[in-house]
C-alpha cells in the first residue's frame, strides 16, 4: 500500500528566514510526487512536480524539492518567505491509475 | 482560460433537506475527482470518474450521498438527506487522466453548514 507522510502539522517561521516542509512516502513501485499550497478558502494549487530526471524541482513562487529515493522523502524548501506564504501545504503522490494520496498537511504560519 | 467552477460557494441549510453540489471540470479533462474537507478528518477522496463512468466510490460515507455526472462537463453531488455532521468543504478537481504525472486542478470549493 502507498502512503505519505507530512511530519510536521504545523511550522512557524520568521519572515525572511528559510523553511523546510518534509514528507516521506511509502511505495513499493515508482512514484510521481506533488506538492500543492492551499491559501484561505481556496482550493488547492499545483506548486511543483517531480516525475523524474533531475532530484531537484524547482516551483513557483520560489519553493523547491529535492526527490530522495533512498530515504523514501520529498521535502519542500524555500530560502526566504514572505508573509503572503501561510497557507496549508500538502504532499502527495500517485502511482498508477487515477488516484493520487495526499499527506495530512502542513500549515505554515509566517510571522512578522 | 477557466478553471474548475463549483456551485454555489456557500450553502447554508437545516438538517432533513436535500443538497446538491455542482462542478464544472475543465474543459478537456476526463477525469473528475468529489473530496470533502474537514479539521477533523482532513482532506478526503469521495468519489471519482473517468469518462464520465465512477470508478472508485469507496470514500462515498453513506448511501445518503450520491454523485453523477451526465456529461464530460457537468457533476454534482448530492446528500439527502443532509445531517450537521455532513458540514465540511466540498471540493471538485479534475484531470488529464492520460498518465498518472497528471496533477489535478482543483475549484474554490462549497462550504457547506448544515444546522
Known amino acids: 500500500a502507498q502512503s505519505v507522510t507530512q511530519l510536521d502539522s504545523q511550522v512557524p517561521v520568521f519572515e525572511e528566514a528559510p523553511v523546510e516542509l518534509r514528507c516521506n512516502y511509502s511505495?513499493?513501485?515508482?512514484?510521481?510526487l506533488f506538492w500543492y499550497v492551499q491559501y484561505p478558502n481556496q482550493g488547492l494549487q499545483l506548486l511543483l512536480k517531480y516525475l523524474s530526471g533531475s532530484t531537484l524541482v524547482k516551483g513557483i513562487n520560489g519553493f523547491e524539492a529535492e526527490f530522495n529515493k533512498s530515504q523514501t522523502s520529498f521535502h519542500l524548501r524555500k530560502p526566504s518567505v514572505h508573509i503572503s506564504d501561510t497557507a496549508e501545504y500538502f504532499c502527495?503522490?500517485?502511482?498508477?491509475?487515477?488516484?493520487?494520496?495526499f499527506g495530512a498537511g502542513t500549515r505554515l504560519f509566517v510571522k512578522a | 482560460d477557466a478553471g474548475v467552477i463549483q456551485s454555489p460557494r456557500h450553502e447554508v441549510t437545516e438538517m432533513g433537506q436535500e443538497v446538491t453540489l455542482r462542478c464544472k471540470p475543465i474543459s478537456g479533462h476526463n477525469s473528475l475527482f468529489w473530496y470533502r474537507q474537514t479539521m477533523m478528518r482532513g482532506l478526503e477522496l469521495l468519489i471519482y470518474f473517468n469518462n464520465n463512468v465512477p470508478i472508485d466510490d469507496s470514500g462515498m460515507p453513506e448511501d445518503r450521498f450520491s454523485a453523477k455526472m451526465p456529461n464530460a462537463s457537468f457533476s454534482t453531488l448530492k446528500i439527502q438527506p443532509s445531517e450537521p455532521r455532513d458540514s465540511a468543504v466540498y471540493f471538485c478537481a479534475s484531470s488529464l487522466a492520460i498518465g498518472r504525472e497528471q496533477p489535478q486542478h482543483f475549484g474554490d470549493g462549497t462550504r457547506l453548514s448544515i444546522l
Open positions: 502527495a503522490l500517485n502511482t498508477g491509475g487515477f488516484k493520487t494520496i
Open positions: 511505495s513499493s513501485v515508482s512514484v510521481y
